[in-house]
């Protein structure tokens, strides 16, 4: 586990972000950036980063995001494909950072969350 590379799925302009790549830098870690706005994350690639992470479309929601209100995504009867759908479409409506090491991944938020994926 330990050689698995760590991969920081961001947006770099995001205050959260910063941080996690604040204290990785802080502590030495080594990790890989992929800003998702420039190389988009597919819905295949998006469902299975969230299975990692134990988290539901749902709970990957940015519920302040200008498109989360404007597509009525607080309908609590929008099934999860539905969901996927929509975060594949918008990446500006997912939670981030998202980070992933091998089998493993964290929502990091808040950033010390990311502390399970360093043992």
Avoid at 19 to 47: I, M, W
Wanted: charged content about 40%.
């Amino acid at each position: 586990m330990a050689t698995d590379r760590l991969v920081v799925y961001e947006k770099p302009t995001c205050t959260t972000c910063k941080k996690l790549v604040a204290l990785f830098r802080e502590e030495g870690v080594d990790f890989d950036r992929v800003d998702y706005f420039v190389d988009p994350l597919d819905r295949a690639r998006l469902a299975g980063l969230l299975e990692k992470a134990e988290v539901t479309p749902r709970e990957a929601l940015r519920k302040r995001a200008r498109e989360y209100k404007e597509l009525g995504l607080a309908d609590e009867s929008l099934s999860d494909d539905a969901l996927l759908d929509a975060l594949a479409e918008h990446p500006n409506l997912l939670q981030r950072p998202l980070v992933e090491r091998g089998d493993r991944a964290v929502l990091a938020r808040p950033v010390e969350k990311v502390r399970a994926l360093l043992r």
